[in-house]
């Protein structure tokens, strides 16, 4: 089984700053990764596919990067309705989902 | 629009089973995979399986074999997941969600959820 793991598992930031979650596969995934957002009570909501494409109707302040093993999902300018849990997802070897970054706003 | 509605919650208990359906509209359901996602409260989200509609072909995750089955109805545009065997470590929120076929695949649409229940 390919194992997903995401770092840090918890961040606070201001409106406006940059953030960066990264999220690392157990093996090579080449760019099947999947980033989401989960707001508390309501279903994930698809933000990045394959690794670097934004989903229709997404922010362009979210941007996905990376390949392999490797992967990132950034938010160039932090705002208050980002404040969710993140997930990656990799889609090359059965599913596997992260265990989540909560991204408070301070 | 696309849209994925889920049956409600249940109550079972423990060494029961539980059927969750997914009802699909907007789109070819048979176009379309059907996957299944839990969530217990506070935890991650946690991939359970796939199920191809038209072909009704299902994949499942290790952890779940033998527990799981996944089905549909193709006439009511309706898949379901049977979850058997029950535990009180099976409570959780189940949700189905859409992707295209194959590996460059991504869940674009959610249900809203069907909470299970397992107490005695």
């Known amino acids: 089984d390919i194992q997903m793991t995401q770092s840090p598992s918890s961040l606070s930031a201001f409106v406006g700053d940059r953030i960066t979650i990264t999220c690392r596969a157990s093996q090579s995934i080449s760019s099947y990764l999947n980033w989401y957002q989960q707001k508390p009570g309501k279903a994930p909501k698809l933000l990045i596919y394959?690794?670097?494409n934004l989903q229709n109707g997404v922010p362009s302040r979210f941007s996905g990067s990376g390949s392999g093993t490797d992967f990132t999902l950034t938010i160039s300018s932090l705002q208050p309705e980002d404040s969710a849990t993140y997930y990656c997802?990799?889609?090359?070897?059965?599913?596997?989902f992260g265990q989540g970054t909560k991204v408070e706003i301070k | 629009q696309v849209q994925l509605v889920q049956s409600g919650a249940e109550v079972k208990k423990p060494g029961a089973s539980v059927k969750v359906s997914c009802k699909a509209s907007?789109?070819?359901?048979?176009?379309?995979?059907i996957n299944w996602v839990r969530q217990a409260t506070g935890q991650g989200l946690e991939w359970m399986g796939w199920m191809n509609p038209n072909s009704g072909n299902a994949g499942y995750a290790p952890k779940f074999q033998g527990r799981v089955t996944m089905t549909r109805n193709t006439s009511i545009s309706t898949a379901y997941m049977d979850l058997s065997s029950l535990r009180y470590e099976d409570t959780a929120m189940y949700y189905c969600?859409?992707?295209?076929?194959?590996?460059?695949?991504?869940?674009?649409?959610w249900g809203q959820g069907a909470l299970v229940t397992v107490s005695s």
């Open positions: 394959a690794a670097s």
């Open positions: 997802q990799q889609t090359y070897s059965a599913r596997t």
């Open positions: 969600a859409r992707s295209a076929f194959g590996a460059d695949s991504y869940f674009d649409y």
């Open positions: 907007g789109y070819t359901f048979t176009s379309y995979d």
